[in-house]
Every structure is written in C-alpha cells, then in structure tokens.
C-alpha cells in the first residue's frame, strides 16, 4: 500500500496480525489507557514493536487527522506478492471481483473495500490514472479491508475487462438507464462488478466493454446511490444468490 502511515484501531491492528514486520513504531495517546489501548499496547509490545506516547496535537499532525482514535502507526508499504491472474488461478469456486471506475474519494474507496471483505469479493481493480490509491484515509474507513482485500490499480481497465471475459467472467456494469435490474441476474456464477462513481458514473469505453448493464431499483426521489452503497448492495446480491444455492463465495 502507498504511503506510510496508518490510524485508527482496526487499521494498525489488523496490519499488526498480516504483515507485523512492516509495522515500524506506534504512536499512542498518552493521556488514553482503557482497555482497548492497553490490548493494542500489549499486541504491539508483543510483536517486537517500539510503543511511542504521544499528545493529541502531535498525532493529529501525523495523521492529518483528527479521527484516529488516539493511534497512528508508521509503517513500510507490504509489497503485493501475486498478480490478478495469479490470484483469480488460485480462487477456489466462482471469481467475485469489485471494478471502481473513476472512483477519486477515499472515503469511498475506504468504505467499498470493507464492502468487498464482508461479502466475499476475492479483489478490488481500479484503473491507475482514474482513482485513489490506499493511503492513511483509505486504510482508516476500510478499518483493516485495506489489508485483507488485493487491490490492483491497473493501467487499462477496459483491457483488463477483456481478460477477465476471456476468463468467462460476466462483466456487470451498473446504470441509471437500464433495462434489466440487479435482482434481475443469475449471478451465482463468476461475476464482475463494474461501478462507476457518483455523479458522473462510468466511462463511455468502460461502460461499452461491459457484457451486460444493470440498475439498481430506486423508488424515491433520489437518483442514484453513493457508490460504496451500490457496491453493498450488488455484491451482497450476489453473496444472497450464491448461498441460497449453496455456491461457495
């Protein structure tokens, strides 16, 4: 992941359990010692980490932040140890991957990766030159998905696309306009969700490269859902289709 900070419980937590080495120092409230600090002390002094107490304006200096729970790690970036098409040979049952076109908000990304580890999804793609990387903010909303969910940024999201079809992946793109609804696929076999971001939605080549368009019913005023909240609902969709007939995620 880019660049070298974390905070907030769940995020240096969670990169203490999967990747304990690359975790340099921990700064932690000095003034806060409950019980969710002192475990978070005894974890990190347990993992051979240096524990550093600190006042809230320091670490709102590290974090650039005020929402890091009285938590903020320095760490070195954890090198992706297999490539999309080394993860996809290895998924055991059908591929379930998340596409974010245009997807710029951290917070989003943040909240659309923890989406995709609730339900099982095996990878997240997002195109380089359209997207945010996982940075401090990102880890913080995903509150440990960052970690646990591969995140590719490729260099050509429509190209990728094609790969995965040439993988017999259906590749489900998300619109207002169309015909069919969400509930309207069988999507218990390998499956591809494409969404756009809020507001402008998908690109017009990424949109043309899609196997087929779907739309999520929406019966208010409102337009259109924010895209983590798309992602919740299309790919709990799917983990609902599966399980009821009994596909493993």
Avoid: W
Avoid at 84 to 113: M, Q
């Amino acid at each position: 992941m880019s660049g070298t900070l974390l905070f907030g419980f769940h995020a240096v937590q969670v990169r203490l359990k999967m990747a304990p080495d690359s975790v340099r120092e921990v700064h932690i409230d000095a003034a806060r010692r409950d019980a969710r600090m002192r475990q978070l002390i005894e974890r990190v002094q347990a993992s051979g980490r240096t524990v550093v107490d600190s006042d809230g304006a320091r670490l709102d200096k590290l974090a650039g932040s005020t929402r890091h729970q009285g938590v903020v790690a320095r760490v070195t970036p954890v090198a992706v140890n297999h490539s999309l098409d080394d993860l996809l040979d290895g998924v055991e049952g059908p591929p379930l991957v998340l596409l974010l076109d245009s997807v710029t908000d951290p917070h989003n990304l943040g909240a659309c990766l923890r989406v995709a580890d609730g339900s099982g999804a095996h990878a997240v793609i997002a195109p380089k030159d359209h997207a945010v990387g996982v940075n401090a903010t990102v880890a913080k909303v995903a509150s440990g998905a960052a970690e646990s969910v591969p995140y590719f940024m490729v260099t050509n999201l429509a190209r990728t696309m094609g790969e995965l079809k040439e993988r017999d992946i259906l590749v489900i793109g998300t619109s207002d306009d169309a015909e069919q609804s969400i509930y309207d696929l069988d999507l218990t076999g390998p499956v591809a969700i494409v969404l756009g971001a809020e507001g402008p939605g998908m690109r017009a080549l990424t949109r043309k490269t899609c196997d087929v368009l779907v739309r999520i019913p929406m019966l208010g005023a409102v337009e259109s859902l924010n895209v983590s909240v798309a992602s919740a609902v299309c790919l709990y969709e799917v983990l609902r289709q599966r399980s009821r007939q009994g596909v493993s995620a």
